[in-house]
């Protein structure tokens, strides 16, 4: 495919003209090759690029500045997966945990019960993560949230979840640190940490179904 007129680009893309300028406006998109003062031609490099902005945001449900700042990312590591990881790791949490990470007082950062026990799970892992990691101030304020409502959750009930959670982070890995074909490492890097993290939601409900119907259907069987 040559150049591709907005309209075009609109069309291959699903995108409306609407949401691509206004992509365009917000640095998301780079500009494309202006033929006339209103008119521009683009590539196949910006529908590509259309289509994982398009991803990130509707399905990784990131907003419009996180996206811009993984993009931003990719750009400028290419190869380097390190610097988007972190920015795609930062961005998902922040987006699924409704922002309250960021938006916490300094006493409620505070050194509560349910941190202490997120840092003994991370030690009793041997995981080598930053101090001051946000999924550890995450972890421990859902272990504090559970301690007020009186659920027999701790950080010792959570390893098995936590032993889980590791062999999938070595999938995980596998898919950034392997054979990359069209994509440039950090760009898959971002792909796999932020639109897998949906998925496994998807499917850790899609086998609790199944499990609960299970049980209900013997105990029906029992009682009936």
């Given at each position: 495919?040559?150049?591709?007129?907005l309209?075009?680009?609109?069309?291959?893309?699903?995108?409306?003209i609407a949401?691509?300028?206004?992509w365009?406006?917000s640095?998301?998109?780079p500009?494309?090759?202006?033929?006339?003062?209103t008119?521009?031609?683009y590539?196949?490099?910006?529908?590509h690029?259309?289509r994982?902005?398009?991803?990130?945001?509707?399905?990784?449900?990131?907003?419009?500045?996180?996206?811009?700042?993984?993009?931003?990312a990719v750009?400028a590591d290419?190869?380097d997966?390190?610097p988007?990881?972190t920015?795609?790791?930062n961005?998902?949490?922040?987006?699924?945990?409704?922002?309250?990470?960021?938006?916490?007082?300094?006493?409620?950062?505070?050194?509560?019960r349910?941190l202490?026990?997120?840092?003994?799970?991370i030690?009793?892992?041997?995981?080598?993560v930053?101090?001051?990691a946000?999924a550890?101030?995450?972890?421990g304020?859902?272990?504090d949230?559970?301690?007020?409502?009186?659920?027999?959750i701790d950080w010792?009930?959570?390893?098995?979840?936590?032993?889980?959670?590791?062999?999938?982070?070595r999938?995980?890995s596998?898919?950034?640190?392997?054979e990359?074909?069209?994509?440039?490492?950090?760009?898959?890097?971002?792909?796999?940490?932020?639109?897998l993290?949906?998925?496994?939601?998807?499917l850790?409900r899609?086998?609790?179904?199944?499990k609960?119907?299970?049980?209900?259907?013997?105990?029906?069987?029992?009682?009936?």
């Amino acid at each position: 495919m040559g150049a591709i007129r907005l309209a075009e680009l609109s069309r291959h893309s699903a995108v409306s003209i609407a949401t691509i300028k206004y992509w365009l406006r917000s640095g998301l998109l780079p500009a494309g090759e202006r033929i006339t003062a209103t008119e521009a031609d683009y590539s196949e490099h910006h529908l590509h690029r259309l289509r994982l902005i398009r991803a990130l945001i509707s399905v990784g449900q990131l907003s419009v500045s996180a996206t811009k700042e993984i993009l931003d990312a990719v750009t400028a590591d290419q190869d380097d997966p390190g610097p988007t990881l972190t920015r795609a790791l930062n961005a998902a949490s922040a987006t699924q945990g409704g922002e309250y990470a960021a938006r916490t007082t300094a006493s409620t950062r505070s050194e509560t019960r349910g941190l202490a026990d997120a840092r003994s799970l991370i030690a009793e892992m041997g995981w080598c993560v930053p101090h001051n990691a946000p999924a550890t101030s995450d972890l421990g304020q859902i272990l504090d949230a559970l301690t007020a409502l009186g659920v027999d959750i701790d950080w010792q009930t959570m390893l098995p979840y936590a032993q889980i959670m590791d062999a999938i982070s070595r999938l995980d890995s596998q898919q950034i640190h392997g054979e990359v074909a069209t994509t440039v490492r950090a760009e898959r890097t971002a792909v796999v940490t932020v639109l897998l993290e949906p998925a496994l939601r998807a499917l850790r409900r899609l086998a609790l179904e199944d499990k609960v119907a299970r049980r209900n259907a013997e105990e029906s069987r029992t009682t009936g």
